[in-house]
């Protein structure tokens, strides 16, 4: 059974980088795509990026705003997924949360995901 935890966020400065970890207890997190996403004070929540498990060659997905910034990875080994967020601007202020599903698809974003981490806060302040 998944149960998701993020850990990772903090508060850095403009230009500045942060690596994020999802961990899974459940140890089943290799047969699940992972997806993180954000949310913003008073905006909806935003998919930032997606990767495959190996059935489907451990794809990525991101979202433009963070393409050349961002890199998504995942170790079966460890049980986790991370994002590596280099280049940190503050519009990248948001909480962070993984969540998984069966693979990502073109429709990554808006798909259901069938288990979610609580979220971990990233500041990034300017």
């Known amino acids: 059974?998944?149960?998701?935890?993020?850990?990772?966020?903090?508060?850095?400065?403009?230009?500045?980088?942060?690596?994020l970890s999802c961990e899974d207890s459940g140890f089943t997190l290799r047969y699940y795509a992972v997806g993180w996403f954000r949310q913003a004070p008073g905006k909806e929540r935003e998919g930032v990026s997606c990767i495959n498990n190996s059935d489907h060659n451990n794809d990525t997905f991101y979202t433009d705003s963070v393409k050349g910034r961002f890199t998504i990875s995942r170790d079966n080994a460890k049980n986790t997924a991370s994002l590596q967020m280099n280049d940190l601007?503050?519009?990248?202020?948001?909480?962070?949360?993984?969540?998984?599903?069966?693979?990502?698809?073109?429709?990554?974003?808006?798909?259901?995901?069938?288990?979610w981490g609580q979220g971990t806060q990233v500041t990034v302040s300017s």
């Open 1 to 19: 059974q998944l149960h998701l935890v993020e850990s990772g966020g903090g508060l850095v400065r403009l230009g500045g980088s942060l690596r």
């Open 89 to 115: 601007k503050p519009e990248d202020t948001a909480v962070y949360s993984c969540a998984a599903a069966p693979y990502c698809g073109s429709n990554w974003k808006r798909r259901e995901y069938n288990a």
